[in-house]
């Protein structure tokens, strides 16, 4: 089936520590989307990539940035992770961007900061 | 500023009691609206796309409704399984964001 998969689920990271999430999808969609989504919280874009092209949000904080090698794969990197950035991250993908296409969300990564 | 209000917070459900869930969003000029159902600790899957006032969408017990102003969604005798976080979300033409409400916690008892 086509999808939109996350690795790990679950990651916990040290205050501080680089860490790295990724997202991979098999629908062959041009865009690809990143939210952080807090408890109880409507879920916030960061940035997406359409194509090859890099869209970050104004208010994403410099410490999140994202890759996207290949159509298949983006990663999420936090480069100094702090209290504050412990979220669920989703990552989304829609076929285009100009037309309304509904986005497909993956699982999402619960990350947890010590 | 574009935004998207979703009412209640919460809801709770007999078993088979119909109820709807509102989505009022402010938008310079909407794309499209998006209903997505959320359960605890995964991602949103996706339910309806409804692009102009007047246009419904249907799916089981759900029932999906757009007016110029807000979005409804109906849910018919309700089963315990439909208890999830409904959440929407608009893209306006001036961009290509979805601005997402917080959702409305539904609960179906038994």
């Known amino acids: 089936d086509a999808m939109v998969i996350q690795n790990p689920r679950y990651q916990v990271t040290q205050f501080g520590k680089p860490v790295t999430l990724s997202c991979s999808q098999t629908l062959n969609h041009n865009v690809m989307y990143w939210y952080q989504q807090k408890s109880s919280q409507a879920p916030k874009l960061l940035f997406h990539y359409y194509d090859k092209d890099f869209n970050n949000e104004a208010d994403t904080p410099d410490n999140f940035q994202s890759r996207r090698p290949n159509t298949s794969f983006c990663f999420l990197d936090i480069r100094s992770p702090g209290l504050g950035d412990a979220a669920m991250y989703l990552c989304?993908?829609?076929?285009?961007?100009?037309?309304?296409?509904?986005?497909?969300f993956g699982p999402g990564t619960r990350l947890t900061v010590t | 500023e574009d935004q998207v209000t979703q009412s209640p917070e919460a809801l709770r459900l007999q078993e088979g009691e119909s109820s709807s869930l509102n989505c009022s969003y402010t938008v310079s000029g909407l794309r499209g609206l998006f209903w997505y159902r959320q359960d605890p600790g995964k991602g949103p899957e996706f339910l309806f796309t409804?692009?102009?006032a007047g246009e419904e969408k249907e799916k089981e017990r759900l029932k999906a409704t757009l007016t110029k102003k807000e979005s409804f969604l109906h849910i018919t005798a309700p089963k315990p399984e439909d208890s999830a976080t409904y959440l929407c979300?608009?893209?306006?033409?001036?961009?290509?964001?979805?601005?997402f409400g917080t959702g409305t916690s539904l609960t179906v008892i038994p």
């Open positions: 979300a608009v893209q306006a033409h001036t961009g290509n964001q979805f601005y």
């Open positions: 409804l692009y102009s």
């Open positions: 989304a993908t829609s076929r285009d961007r100009q037309v309304p296409y509904e986005q497909y």
